[in-house]
């Protein structure tokens, strides 16, 4: 696989949790790409409740879809360049979601590590707790649709190409990762999203 060469600058925003942005980690023929291929694949998305069980929730009325990585080279690049970022491997880190909200859709504030009564039996074979995320911002959203951090008042605004990592060693109920995706008014939102698992997945 050709090696991609990106000019991308890191600000951490945050020690504890660790809270980062790479800007320039995309570019915007790649953003592009990803929104063209993927926008019309995506179906209501859904939640794990506390009981292990997905499902359709007001609290998260975006429209999604799991992308598999091995069947797009440009995924597979921005996974090695995830890779060689964080350090983290890919063969640990979930197939990413493709997001789409619609002006007024949303993501009302949630922790991404699953509750731990059902770690063992849903997740214990497919990689165990996720420990952190990473969102990759697919358009500028005129100032709108910011990820937030409720209980850090911190609040990102979605920028083309700009990756946000964060991640949650601690997965308490209290967890300071606390986020939020709050709705537009006049524009889309397209995010990628992936999650890196504490374990190898087994197939
Ligand atoms: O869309 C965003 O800004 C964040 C996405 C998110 O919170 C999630 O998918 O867990």
């Not at 690049?77 to 493709?98: D, G």
């Amino acid at each position: 696989m050709v090696k991609h060469t990106v000019s991308c600058q890191l600000r951490l925003l945050m020690e504890d949790p660790h809270i980062a942005l790479i800007d320039g980690f995309a570019t915007k023929e790649e953003c592009e790409y990803l929104i063209e291929r993927y926008r019309d694949q995506a179906v209501p998305s859904v939640t794990i409740g506390d009981d292990g069980v997905e499902r359709p929730s007001p609290r998260r009325t975006s429209r999604g879809c799991f992308l598999s990585v091995e069947d797009d080279p440009l995924l597979q690049e921005l996974s090695q360049r995830i890779e060689r970022l964080t350090l983290w491997p890919t063969v640990k880190t979930e197939n990413p979601n493709f997001l789409h909200y619609r002006p007024g859709e949303e993501f009302k504030p949630h922790c991404d590590f699953f509750a731990e009564n059902t770690l063992v039996e849903r997740h214990g074979t497919t990689g165990g707790q996720r420990i952190a995320t990473v969102v990759l911002y697919l358009n500028d959203t005129d100032g709108e649709g910011a990820t937030v951090f409720d209980r850090l008042g911190l609040s990102i605004t979605p920028r083309l190409g700009t990756l946000l990592f964060f991640s949650y060693p601690m997965t308490t109920p209290d967890s300071l990762t606390l986020h939020s995706s709050l709705a537009t008014h006049t524009t889309d939102k397209f995010v990628l999203v992936s999650w890196f698992r504490e374990g190898y997945t087994i197939s």
